[in-house]
């Protein structure tokens, strides 16, 4: 079950949007992948716990845990039954709303009053009370959100970097921003962790991925003309880049699986 919920309209500018996951993973450990996309995760999950390879051993991860910008997979692991609920951010508001240092970790673990909130929301999905879960993350991420000021350059950056799909050059998103690409550049870094053109390509590959795995038959030489890549060369060593496969590879991929999931994208995919 993958479900996901839009924000209240008071954290539309620093939250894209709320999601709920439960899946049963069977006895035996087992793996999934997490591909990368332009946003931060904040993963609460519950049950039977979940980690991450680490120095030839599984590291257990603490709930929550940050999923920050990737720009290759990650693969967790876990196994029996697995519940999340999850908190996709703009990568330029994530730690200014949880008053954190920005950083390029890949699986940020991170000491923060946040983590008190598990317990209430491990009681109501004990009791299957998602909605009631949900509702006391919007809550929580409420009351951050009217504790700072988000900065509105960076957020007209973003409104004009997601309108393009990651295609507009830096020059014209800084101009949206009402901003020199200079201080544009330094305040994106210092919010975020990552360049404009980092975050950009992110983008620009998750809306690929979004096509062929909604639609496994796109032409891709089409995505990559109507993307803004250079040819469909480009296209392809930017998604590998990002996702280890090429995109035929993926789209051959989501074809099969088609009749097992919904329309709805899930980031994760397990081996």
Partial sequence: MH???????????????????????????????????????????????????????????????????????????????????????FPWTVFDLLGLPSGKDRVHIFEHPIAQLHSTLNKWIEAGKIDEALAGVKQYFLHARSQIAVDSMLFKAGVAMTKANGSMPVSLVAAAAHATVRTLERNFKQSSGYTVKDVSGLMRFEKVRNQLWLHPDSNIAGLAHELGYTDQSH?????????????????????????????????????
């Fill in 3 to 89: 479900q996901e919920f839009e924000p209240p309209e008071e954290l539309r500018d620093a939250i894209k949007c709320f999601w709920y996951d439960s899946r049963d993973f069977g006895e035996l450990q087992s793996s999934f992948e997490v591909l990368p996309d332009g946003y931060a995760e904040i993963i609460f999950h519950f049950g039977s716990g979940c980690s991450i390879s680490y120095n030839e051993g599984l590291q257990p991860l603490p709930s929550p845990f940050m999923v920050g910008l990737l720009n290759q997979p990650v693969i967790f692991y876990t196994k029996n039954r697995l519940e999340i609920i999850g908190i996709r951010c």
């Fill in 235 to 271: 296209l392809s060593r930017e998604f590998k880049r990002y996702s280890g496969t090429t995109p035929a590879a993926f789209a051959r991929k989501a074809k099969k699986a088609q009749q097992a999931v919904s329309n709805d994208f899930v980031a994760f995919i397990q081996d």
